[in-house]
């Protein structure tokens, strides 16, 4: 593989010119002004899955709200999960090395409240009917769908860590509709019949 020095620039042949600290900085400079506020209510705008994140192991039973859930690929069938350093769940998450990703189905927005509260962990557990797969995770029994994992990496990156997660085990419900979360509020997802 050549150098960057070296590298060529596909479509034209002319070589890379290799970019002057100076401007790297200036660069970096340029686009360091958006604000955390300004960041949140943009996200406001993106709508996501709910999603009710459990743990069971050594490190105890545990579980949150979560819409910082999405797919890295299927081959293994890996998806991640963003966790906050701080949240009084991280160490038992950080301990069980299990997880389960439970979708939410248009009937759980209390649970989500309750699970993203500050209620204790076991009337948390108590508000709803579990089953367990393969990790021992709770998987919510009339979840849209649950994705039991394995968590095989950690990235730190600012407050939060990234579990990179593999499916070991899956669970649909393909009789209920779904929730979103988009612009601060709850929306059912009601799934279109085919015609």
């Known amino acids: 593989m050549p150098s960057t020095l070296n590298a060529t620039l596909p479509a034209t042949g002319r070589p890379f010119a290799p970019v002057p600290a100076v401007e790297k900085q200036a660069a970096a400079d340029q686009y360091a002004a958006v604000e955390k506020q300004e960041y949140r209510d943009?996200?406001?705008?993106l709508g996501s899955a709910v999603n009710i994140i459990t743990t069971d192991g050594p490190g105890g039973?545990?579980?949150?709200?979560?819409?910082?859930?999405?797919?890295?690929?299927?081959?293994?069938?890996?998806?991640?999960?963003?966790?906050?350093?701080?949240?009084?769940?991280?160490?038992?998450?950080?301990?069980?090395?299990?997880?389960?990703?439970?979708t939410l189905a248009d009937c759980h927005e209390s649970l989500s409240?309750?699970?993203?509260?500050?209620?204790?962990?076991?009337?948390?557990f108590e508000a709803a009917r579990w089953m367990r797969l393969a990790t021992g995770s709770p998987i919510l029994t009339d979840a849209l769908v649950s994705f039991d994992c394995k968590?095989?990496?950690?990235?730190?990156?600012?407050?939060?860590?990234?579990?990179?997660?593999?499916?070991?085990?899956?669970?649909?419900?393909?009789?209920?509709?779904?929730?979103?979360?988009?612009?601060?509020?709850?929306?059912?997802?009601?799934?279109?019949?085919?015609?």
């Open 151 to 195: 968590v095989t990496q950690i990235t730190s990156v600012g407050t939060h860590d990234i579990l990179f997660c593999e499916a070991v085990a899956l669970r649909r419900n393909d009789d209920s509709h779904g929730l979103v979360y988009f612009d601060r509020r709850y929306h059912p997802l009601m799934r279109q019949l085919a015609c």
């Open 42 to 45: 943009a996200m406001a705008r």
């Open 113 to 124: 409240n309750l699970f993203g509260g500050k209620t204790p962990t076991e009337q948390r």
């Open 61 to 102: 039973r545990a579980g949150f709200t979560a819409s910082a859930v999405c797919s890295v690929t299927d081959s293994p069938p890996t998806l991640l999960v963003c966790l906050n350093r701080s949240a009084s769940v991280y160490p038992v998450f950080k301990e069980n090395q299990v997880l389960c990703v439970n």
